[in-house]
Every structure is written in structure tokens, then in C-alpha cells.
Nanobody, 117 residues
Framework: QVQLVESGGGLVQPGGSLKLSCAAS????????MAWYRQAPGSQRELVAQ???????NYADSVKGRFTISRDNAKNTATLEMNSLKPEDTAVYYC???????????WGQGTQVTVSS
């Protein structure tokens, strides 16, 4: 059974930092690209950051320079470090595992991030 479990969300003041983690089980983690998406109320889910199985990264323009995605294949974990948080970063953040060669993908249940004073 495949599971992606996010953790680390919460309430933070503008300018603050949070670190999200995604723990994967039931998949061969190192062959999957890992991604973080977010969805704000009334908005579509959007890609925030992605890291390939080989470690290449890409980011949404809105988070470049503030967010960093990484992976630890030994621990089957993907991490999103978020700095200089803004109120517009408020959303539910979802972890996704993607195997591009087959199109198979899995989603986590999401974790709430709220940026507010």
C-alpha cells in the first residue's frame, strides 16, 4: 500500500519559516520524482516545486529564492523548506510522487500552511 504522509504545516507569521516533510512508503522512492503542490481556497491546485529522481529541481516563479525542495532517498523523504513566507503562501500543501516513465502518481493527504499575523 502506497502512502505519502505530509507533516510540518502550521501557523506562521509573515516573514517566518516552515519546513514540510513528505514520508513515502510502498514505492521504490528513488525512481520517482517528488513534487509539492498547493491549493488555496477558491483556487486551482498549483505546482510549487519539483525534484527529479536525479535531483534536478524546478520552482514556481512565486517561490523562487524563498523555497527549497530536497530529497533523502535513504529515508524515503522529500522536504520543502519555506522561508520569507507571505500571506499569499497560505494554502493546503500536497506531496506528490510521479513516475514519468509510466504516468503513475500518488498524492498525500495535504497539510495546512497559514501565514498570518
Amino acid at each position: 500500500q502506497v502512502q505519502l504522509v505530509e507533516s510540518g504545516g502550521g501557523l506562521v507569521q509573515p516573514g517566518g519559516s516552515l519546513k514540510l516533510s513528505c514520508a513515502a512508503s510502498g514505492i521504490i522512492f528513488n525512481v520517482y520524482a517528488m513534487a509539492w503542490y498547493r491549493q488555496a481556497p477558491g483556487s486551482q491546485r498549483e505546482l510549487v516545486a519539483q525534484i527529479s529522481s536525479g535531483g534536478s529541481t524546478n520552482y514556481a516563479d512565486s517561490v523562487k529564492g524563498r523555497f527549497t525542495i530536497s530529497r533523502d532517498n535513504a529515508k524515503n523523504t522529500a522536504t520543502l523548506e519555506m522561508n520569507s513566507l507571505k500571506p499569499e503562501d497560505t494554502a493546503v500543501y500536497y506531496c506528490k510522487a510521479v513516475r514519468f516513465t509510466t504516468g503513475i502518481n500518488y498524492w498525500g493527504q495535504g497539510t495546512q500552511v497559514t501565514v498570518s499575523s
